[in-house]
């Protein structure tokens, strides 16, 4: 079972920040906080992972919060582009000899409007 | 360069019949694989992954099954498809051999199977 707890669907004018939250409040402290999109009929696509400072690429921002039981992930100037699947999941860093496979909740489905 | 390949793109099939996907990495050893299944309005289910040959584990009880022949190929298999087994499957691949926090799953382009 996924970990986390999204909303199911959200708007975003085109050109405005996104923000996408996610509750993750019985995450452990050797797990990581991963974002992935899915765009219809695509595979999944890494988006950013964090563990508890903020992180930002070239992508999106992961904002953390202190206690660790909730994050959001921004994308900055949304484009049509954006609209897809968005998944946030918990697991823990791979190990060597390991194995962490990706367990995906049901995901927010962005949706960017013109 | 990494690519994942799947095939067929597309597949109809009737209750009853055998199925046998195939998913191949190129450009690397040793990966971590998966199989998911996404079914019509649902999210994304992990059905098998596998850390080497003959090594796979399954997530869920179903009515597939899957084998890794080779390190890099990668097979999902049923030996009679029910009308549930309809939906769209992916194949994953991961680098292996390391500990680190980044850890980025490669998805193929996808199989989308309607039994009918």
């Known amino acids: 079972d996924a970990k986390t707890t999204q909303p199911p669907s959200m708007d975003c004018a085109e050109g405005r920040a996104a923000n996408l939250p996610c509750n993750h409040s019985t995450i452990s402290g050797n797990e990581y906080v991963y974002w992935y999109r899915q765009i219809h009929s695509q595979g999944p696509q890494y988006i950013i992972h964090g563990l508890k400072n903020n992180e930002t690429n070239e992508m999106a921002s992961l904002i953390i919060t202190e206690d660790r039981k909730s994050s959001t992930l921004i994308l900055p100037h949304a484009t049509l582009r954006d609209t897809a699947v968005y998944y946030c999941i918990v697991r823990v860093a791979q190990t060597i000899g390991g194995n962490t496979p990706l367990v995906f909740g049901k995901g927010t489905r962005l949706s960017v409007i013109a | 360069s990494q690519t994942i390949h799947q095939w067929p793109a597309t597949l109809v099939q009737p209750v009853g019949s055998p199925l046998s996907l195939e998913c191949t990495v190129e450009g690397t050893s040793n990966p971590n694989l998966y199989w998911y299944r996404q079914a019509a309005g649902r999210g994304l289910q992990l059905l098998f992954y596998s850390i080497g040959i003959d090594q796979i584990s399954s997530e869920v009880p179903q009515n597939l099954s899957a084998s890794r022949p080779q390190d890099r190929q990668f097979i999902l298999s049923s030996k009679k498809l029910l009308l549930s087994d309809s939906g769209f499957y992916l194949c994953?691949?991961?680098?292996?051999?390391?500990?680190?926090?980044?850890?980025?799953?490669?998805f193929g382009p996808g199989t989308r199977l309607t039994v009918l």
């Open positions: 994953a691949w991961s680098r292996s051999g390391y500990t680190s926090s980044y850890n980025e799953q490669f």
